[in-house]
């Protein structure tokens, strides 16, 4: 019985081993053909991207004095510290309103930008924000680059909480030559934007559409 | 056994072990299909588990691993190296389990909470879930990939043995009507 079944162990290998050959070459295949597909090359986190809380197991999060977890510390205050180590700053829902009725907004000088995917900007973001997904960047230079550069202030957001995008889209601004002191990235992001009753715009940039349009 | 009789014993043990099959083949090709979607989240949670410094390794991850899972889903559904596949799979997700256990962990002494209370998106291709509940899915999953290792699900299968050209007789999984 065990003789025989050395042979069947043989077969059952080498056809795993087919499986994960022919299989890798259809994976990296499928990746280069779909619209989706990732580029290998392409870092699609810059230096200095990735927020503690989510990039690394919690366990690991740094001390402090009294020997606690960091999230023991006030959110808004640790995400501060973390900008401010990346050389930039947060925004609040409150700071977020104000250049929100700016008379600037609406004369292009204080400009919002939406760091999340094309399906969520659709969903819902703050009327006029500026679509920039940061991981597919090249799609929305041509738009975003010349406003920006124009602007005074710019708000980067993308779903607040545990999101990092923001951080993300707003060193790839920087590293394309965007003033460090104009970026403001909005740690409460459109979840903290809808929640308080805030305009939210669907669809495309200036469709018309809101919900919520009298605050 | 007598002639002219069903063996409904053998019957539903061949139809059961190929529902086993297809469904195990649809499991993948679901999550498979549901990362390869959205490969830049994906990649994001990939990016969670800090495995590699690379961006180029990572990013390889991010991009095969998700129809990697389609391409072995589709060869379960069709019966096609059914146990190849499957030891592959076991291969798979036995290192994927323990590193979705090392982050609990982590979560877990991390945010002072029982270990089954923590949940998470894994990057398992379903979403936010609770630790324990996603264990359990994967030791099932393991299990029906071992039930499939062993030769059982042969029924409707376009090529059960890709490699090996004939099965002998009287071999575990060999189940004849």
């Given amino acids: 019985m065990a003789t025989g079944r050395l042979p069947a162990v043989k077969w059952v290998l080498l056809e795993a081993a087919f499986v994960v050959v022919v299989g890798a070459v259809f994976a990296f295949a499928a990746n280069r053909v779909s619209p989706r597909g990732l580029a290998l090359t392409r870092n699609y986190f810059p230096e200095g991207t990735g927020r503690l809380v989510s990039a690394t197991p919690l366990a690991t999060l740094p001390q402090n004095a009294a020997g606690t977890n960091s999230m023991a510390l006030d959110p808004a205050q640790l995400l501060a510290a973390e900008l401010k180590e990346k050389g930039l700053q947060l925004a609040d829902g409150s700071q977020a309103v104000q250049l929100f009725h700016d008379p600037r907004f609406k004369q292009g000088t204080v400009v919002f930008v939406d760091a999340r995917g094309e399906q969520h900007y659709r969903e819902g973001h703050i009327p006029g924000a500026y679509e920039f997904d940061p991981y597919r960047p090249e799609k929305y230079f041509d738009a975003v680059l010349p406003v920006c550069k124009a602007a005074e202030q710019i708000v980067v957001y993308c779903n607040g909480g545990d999101c990092d995008d923001s951080e993300t889209a707003a060193i790839l601004l920087r590293d394309v030559g965007i003033a460090n002191q104009k970026l403001l990235v909005y740690g409460g992001g459109i979840t903290e934007w809808a929640t308080n009753g805030l305009p939210v715009e669907l669809g495309g940039r200036n469709s018309g559409s809101l919900r919520n349009p009298n605050k | ?177």
């Fill in chain 2, 1 to 177: 056994m007598k002639s002219g009789q069903p063996n409904w014993n053998r019957i539903a043990l061949n139809l059961s072990s190929v529902l086993v099959r297809w469904m195990l083949g649809a499991v993948f090709l679901y999550t498979g299909l549901s990362k390869a979607l959205h490969p830049v989240d994906f990649l994001k949670l990939v990016r969670q588990y800090d495995l590699v410094q690379s961006s180029l390794v990572l990013n390889s991850i991010a991009a095969a691993l998700p129809w990697f899972e389609i391409f072995c889903g589709l060869l379960l559904l069709a019966g096609v190296a059914v146990r190849g596949t499957a030891l592959t799979l076991m291969l798979m997700l036995v290192p994927l389990t323990v590193l979705v256990f090392h982050r609990a962990l982590a979560i877990e002494s991390a945010l002072a909470i029982p270990f089954c209370a923590v949940k998470f998106d894994c990057g398992c291709g379903t979403g936010v879930v609770f630790i324990c509940a996603k264990l359990l899915e994967n030791f099932l999953l393991i299990l029906l990939s071992g039930w499939l290792l062993a030769g059982y699900g042969r029924q409707f299968s376009l090529r059960f043995d890709l490699i090996k050209p004939h099965p002998r007789q009287g071999e575990v999984g060999e189940i004849r009507e």
